[in-house]
């Protein structure tokens, strides 16, 4: 293996797409171009890429997202993910002082004693972003000597040798020293350096130390994807295949395009067979899990179609089986965030045509409860003028036998002589009460018999039993509607949630 223990090798070396992307004070440039940047180069990789990646049909249609957005870049190597590259490592280092994180960590390195020290480190700083490295490098050299303990100062220090003056052992050295100081502070500026660190190990040959390193990183910070790639990387030069797949996998989970990345990548020739294993098992069980929850799916959304007469997500269904067809990764995966976002739709759907049907049943409540009301109102209006009419009939008919009682009561008590006090009493309220009391009640009776009369009258026309004109057939929608709300309640929705693909 070529050493390349005083220059720049092959992989440390800017791609053409990021020749324009220079030091400078204007960060918020530089994220846009590297966002810009990256956005191009991954889509003409992508171009180029096996057709277990990426189908022919996807690079035609256009629709891979391959930028990784400007806040994506702001937080530097970590969220760069396959989009970094070692030839921006001076620029994705001075986005990295930038973030909140690093300026915290200075500032709690800040005493007294050590003001001088970031002062120079400042000016460091500001050199660098000039691109006056010599001056960069004295200033940050001078930092170190009033405070070793700042790990950042060695990071830049370990940049400066490595890009720059190209010695590697000084580079190491730094890089060593930046882990060293970093633990106590960060992990994640540990395995940042780490990663370095093993880089110039792979210039020097020395795989197995870099493979080391990069296993460390992976311990400190589980969700460094680069690290994990990296570490793919070393362990394929020693053909652990095994192992270099197991880390490659875990990178690609992390961010999808680095199949793209590795695709394209030399160092994996070695152990190609066993990277396009790798892209087929991603392939295959995405694809497989995908069919089982595109079936649950569909035939959810079939039973509640076939209750409202619709055709709803047959579009979607449509771009499903277009995707899966042309069987390749990262159209499994559109496949399957298609499917994440569609069981929400489903489950929305099947409530709002239970919503549905509920509403009409409850206005078909409300016209059953209208047309029995209209009823009572015609009952009413029939009813009551014919009860009036009867009673004062009743009443009619009665006052003649009412007359004839209380007159024949009355001339029986007066035919009585009043001989005694008890007698005089009778004669009183025979006359007095008795008689009309009788009188008003034959009338009260004719008076009930008329009105009595009328209700039968009025319930023979208005029977309790029959049902006003169209209730029958509203209670059988009803009884229609109430059938598919059961249908619906049968449906168990949890199955979109159990057959839920983990990639």
């Known amino acids: 293996m070529v050493l390349y223990k005083n220059g720049i090798a092959p992989w440390e070396m800017r791609k053409e797409y990021y020749q324009q992307i220079q030091l400078g004070k204007d960060i918020r440039s530089q994220i846009e171009s590297i966002n810009k940047q990256t956005k191009a180069m991954m889509a003409a990789q992508i171009k180029s890429t096996s057709a277990q990646i990426v189908s022919q049909d996807r690079v035609i249609e256009g629709v891979e997202e391959v930028s990784y957005g400007i806040e994506k870049v702001e937080q530097g190597i970590h969220e760069l993910k396959a989009a970094f590259e070692w030839g921006l490592s001076e620029v994705v280092w001075q986005i990295e002082q930038n973030r909140d994180v690093l300026k915290d960590i200075h500032e709690s390195l800040k005493n007294p004693r050590h003001t001088k020290a970031e002062e120079r480190r400042e000016k460091g700083e500001e050199a660098y972003s000039n691109g006056w490295i010599d001056d960069a ?14 790990f950042s100062v060695h990071i830049s220090l370990g940049m400066i040798y490595l890009f720059h003056k190209k010695n590697k052992d000084k580079a190491l050295s730094f890089f060593e020293k930046a882990v060293k100081y970093a633990k106590p502070k960060s992990p994640y500026h540990v395995s940042f350096s780490l990663l370095y660190s093993a880089l110039i190990k792979r210039d020097l040959d020395q795989i197995e130390e870099a493979e080391k390193d990069t296993s460390i990183a992976i311990e ?16 394929a030069f020693l053909e652990n295949s095994d192992k270099s797949m197991y880390s490659l996998e875990k990178a690609i989970k992390l961010d999808k395009n ?18 396009i294993k790798l892209f087929e098992k991603l392939r295959d069980n ?35 089986e277009t995707l899966l067809n042309r069987n390749s990764y990262f159209d499994g995966l559109e496949a399957f965030n298609m499917l994440s976002s569609l069981k929400d739709e489903i489950r929305e759907y099947h409530k709002n045509v239970e919503k549905h049907f509920r509403s009409l049943v409850s206005n078909i409540d409300s016209q059953i409860s209208r047309l029995y009301s209209e009823k009572n109102d015609k009952k009413n209006e029939v009813g009551k003028p014919l009860g009036l009419f009867l009673l004062i009939l009743g009443v009619i008919v009665a006052t003649f036998p009412g007359y004839i009682s209380c007159n024949a009561y009355v001339e029986n ?15 009183f309220f025979g006359t007095f009460i008795v008689g009309p009391v009788i009188f008003f009640l034959i009338l009260a009776v004719g008076g009930a018999v008329g009105w009595g009369i009328a209700y039968l009258i009025n319930c023979a026309i208005f029977r309790q039993d029959k ?5 029958d057939d509203l209670r059988e929608k009803k009884s229609y509607y109430e059938e598919r709300i059961e249908l619906l309640m049968s449906i168990c929705l949890d199955s979109l949630y159990k057959s839920r693909v983990d990639v």
């Open 137 to 150: 490098e004295e200033e940050f050299l001078e930092s170190e000597k009033l405070n070793k303990f700042n």
């Open 220 to 235: 400190l910070t589980p969700n460094f994807a680069e690290a994990f790639y990296q570490n793919a990387i070393y362990n």
């Open 258 to 275: 680095y199949c793209v990345k590795a695709d394209n990548e030399s160092a994996f020739e070695p152990i190609k067979k066993d990277l």
């Open 286 to 320: 995405i694809n497989i899990k995908c069919k089982k929850q595109i079936e649950t799916n569909y035939n959810l959304v079939s039973t509640i179609n076939q209750l409202m007469g619709a055709n709803r997500f047959d579009d979607t269904f449509s771009r499903l």
């Open 413 to 427: 008590v007066q035919n009585k002589a009043p001989d005694t006090l008890s007698g005089v009493i009778d004669h």
């Open 467 to 471: 049902s006003p004109e169209g209730v």
